[in-house]
């Protein structure tokens, strides 16, 4: 950085971000102010603040959702109207600014820092608004300037450059009341509201004006033409391509690159905090509709985490899904308009784990079937081909037949023979080696069945089970098998978000390392996060 006699410092003529810290408690509003030649505002509209943080020549931009005790203005000089001789630079609070600490200002440009300044706090226990510096022209440059003046109110600091508070600037009106804050409310243009009741840009004759929500604000745009040849956010004429199409804004397409970049990131945590719903979720795309940038655009923007977000819900779902998971995965998916083939084997397995939870649960279909003499009140809720394997002294034995469960007992019809084990002699139901595996209380009692869908079959036997033996849980209960979220996050935590074993990062599973079935606890030491390839392949061994 080099500096001229008079203190002020060369900066060059490109996009600038002006970024302000401090370390005390206050709550700081940044504002700007486009001057003329006369020192003075053209218009009320060259007020950049709380209220309008948007200059119509899109010259100065306000970010109104900084990180805590910072504030930032995006300036872009190429942009600035010729007439603007000078942009003053300041801040406010809603009380004193004598005990302010620290207060740093500093700009930037693409290859990093151009200008800084330290700003003392005002001696004054009444000054709530102060101007800190300033952009002046000079010649075919720009310089960035020391400058100190404060006031005790905002207002009257901006009265010393031409701005009345609640002066009529044809029919629009600027109040220097922030929405809010007591008193401080927005007065605004009287219009009809919208059919959409959602904040937006809404056409008013030759300008675009933004509707809050709830009234009208004083903050607008001009119309953007339909001629494809101007860009749509600056105004500007485009090239054209080799094709005949016309080639995007770059200084546009640049800022909103690097607006969405921030943005992504708190969408991030919006999605990893309460989810996409609720008030954070709106404010989130009502910011994109702000800065008039297409929710087509912020979708694509967020596929990338939005499919993160979806893996990490199919994995913290575990063994056991609930209806509510599964309504939390379907509206995920429709808020982030989210395809493809990865998605909907993701889509498949929520609904394939909830089906497989409800008849786990004892919720069994009832089968009609031709044929079987039954007992009064029996009831048949599975009937499928099956091969039955004995394993015997000279070998094993596969016997294809028909396994028919009902709500009395099990049932197996084949060529040869049959066998009917009732459910109370029955102990549990398993998958081993891909084969549904009874085991009984005699012992030779047991079975083992290859079936075309074990993980089905053994479903619907295990809520059979759990029916006749009234093992079906209690409503507000939960089964041992469901691990906690916070026993979820703690071991994804843990093992990186990915398979502990190949390294992959998708289809991931939360895995027992000692099964359930043989003691195994539903702890952080017993736990690991396995990829459903690596999962199968260990199976119900250690």
Request: proline share 7%; net charge neutral.
């Amino acid at each position: 950085m080099t500096f001229t006699d008079n203190g002020a410092t060369p900066i060059p003529t490109s996009l600038l971000s002006v970024e302000l810290s401090w370390r005390s408690a206050h709550a700081l509003d940044a504002h700007a102010l486009l001057l003329g030649e006369d020192g003075l505002v053209r218009t009320p509209r060259d007020a950049v603040f709380f209220n309008a943080p948007r200059h119509p020549s899109q010259a100065v931009t306000l970010d109104q959702e900084p990180e805590p005790r910072t504030a930032r203005l995006s300036v872009s000089l190429p942009r600035t109207e010729s007439a603007v001789v000078r942009m003053v630079l300041g801040v406010s609070s809603e009380g004193p600014l004598h005990e302010l600490a620290a207060l740093t200002v500093a700009v930037r440009d693409a290859a990093g820092l151009v200008a800084r300044r330290d700003v003392p706090a005002p001696r004054s226990s009444e000054v709530t608004a102060i101007s800190f510096a300033e952009f002046g022209r000079d010649e075919d440059r720009w310089l960035f300037r020391p400058l100190d003046r404060s006031r005790a109110e905002l207002s009257q600091l901006f009265e010393d450059f031409g701005i009345a508070p609640n002066t009529a600037a044809g029919c629009d009106r600027i109040s220097l009341r922030r929405k809010g804050f007591g008193n401080r409310a927005i007065e605004s243009p009287t219009a009809a509201p919208p059919e959409d009741p959602r904040p937006d840009w809404h056409p008013q004759g030759a300008t675009l004006r933004w509707w809050d929500g709830a009234r009208w604000s004083d903050t607008t745009v001009p119309l953007p033409t339909p001629d494809a040849r101007v860009c749509p956010h600056c105004g500007r004429r485009r090239g054209w391509r080799v094709l005949g199409a016309p080639a995007p804004c770059r200084s546009c397409a640049a800022e909103i690159e690097e607006y969405l970049d921030s943005w992504r990131a708190r969408a991030w945590r919006v999605l990893t905090g309460d989810g996409p719903r609720g008030t954070a979720w709106a404010e989130l795309w009502t910011a994109l509709r702000y800065r008039r940038i297409p929710e087509d655009t912020g979708r694509a923007a967020l596929r990338g985490p939005g499919l993160a977000y979806v893996e990490r819900l199919a994995a913290f779902a575990g063994e056991e899904i609930t209806a509510q998971e599964v309504e939390e995965f379907d509206t995920a998916l429709r808020e982030l308009d989210l395809s493809g083939p990865q998605v909907e084997e993701l889509r498949r397995r929520m609904h394939r784990g909830r089906t497989l939870s409800r008849l786990r649960a004892g919720e069994l279909p009832v089968v009609r079937t031709h044929g079987l003499h039954l007992d009064p009140e029996e009831r048949v809720h599975l009937d499928i081909e099956a091969t039955r394997i004995r394993h015997l002294a000279r070998g094993e034995r596969a016997t294809a037949g028909r396994l028919i469960g009902t709500n009395k007992k099990l049932r197996f019809i084949g060529p040869e023979a049959g066998i009917e084990i009732p459910w109370s002699r029955i102990v549990s139901v398993s998958i081993a080696d891909g084969l549904v595996a009874l085991a009984a209380t005699s012992a030779r009692g047991g079975a083992e069945f290859d079936v075309e869908d074990p993980d089905l079959v053994a479903a619907v036997l295990e809520g059979a089970l759990r029916v006749a033996k009234r093992l079906t849980l209690a409503p507000g209960r939960r089964d041992t098998r469901v691990i906690p979220p916070e026993i979820k996050a703690q071991v994804w935590h843990r093992d990186g978000g990915a398979c502990i074993e190949c390294g992959a990062t998708h289809y991931l599973e939360f895995d027992h390392v000692i099964p359930l079935s043989r003691g195994g606890a539903t702890s952080p030491g017993n736990l690991q996060v396995l990829c459903r390839s690596c999962n199968r392949a260990k199976g119900a061994r250690i």
